[in-house]
């Protein structure tokens, strides 16, 4: 069985981590489906989906790695093409990906106990952001 949702969220980009791993063991209780794996996939290039511990040390620990991998005050070719002045986000997104695999099994995402699903946006304005939950299992 394949079951296909989505999430959609407004972010305020600059490196925002938000924790999304409610909403999706909400999609996966609303599918029914008790084990298999859910497929989750960001649509654009200038945020990106991981999992990490979700606490404040570690957040701020996380973005400041992003600031010494990609600094956002450094010259881009790409700001340079285009003049919006996001490069950086789309090094940092491209190093990070669009998408995350995770199993399921007794309704219940098998997550690690300090482990939670984070959208990671990058860019330098508000966006509007859609993540693809592709379910399947039984």
Known sequence: MVVTDKISLG????????????EVAGKLARSKMTSGTVT??????TA?????????????D??????RL?????????NERWGDGNGYAHIR??????SLTIPFAEGRL?????????????????RQRQIMLQFIGE
């Open 11 to 22: 972010t305020h980009g600059r490196t925002e981590i938000i924790d999304i791993t409610e």
């Open 48 to 60: 990106g989906l991981t999992t990490i511990e979700y606490e404040p040390g570690l957040v701020i």
């Open 62 to 67: 996380f973005q400041a790695l992003w600031k």
């Open 110 to 126: 098998m997550l690690g106990t300090w482990q939670q699903i984070v959208l990671v946006d990058f860019d330098n304005r508000a």
């Open 40 to 45: 989750l996939f960001l649509a654009g290039s």
């Open 70 to 78: 990609a600094p956002d005050d450094i010259p881009y070719a790409h």
């Open 93 to 98: 997104a491209s190093l990070l990906g669009p």
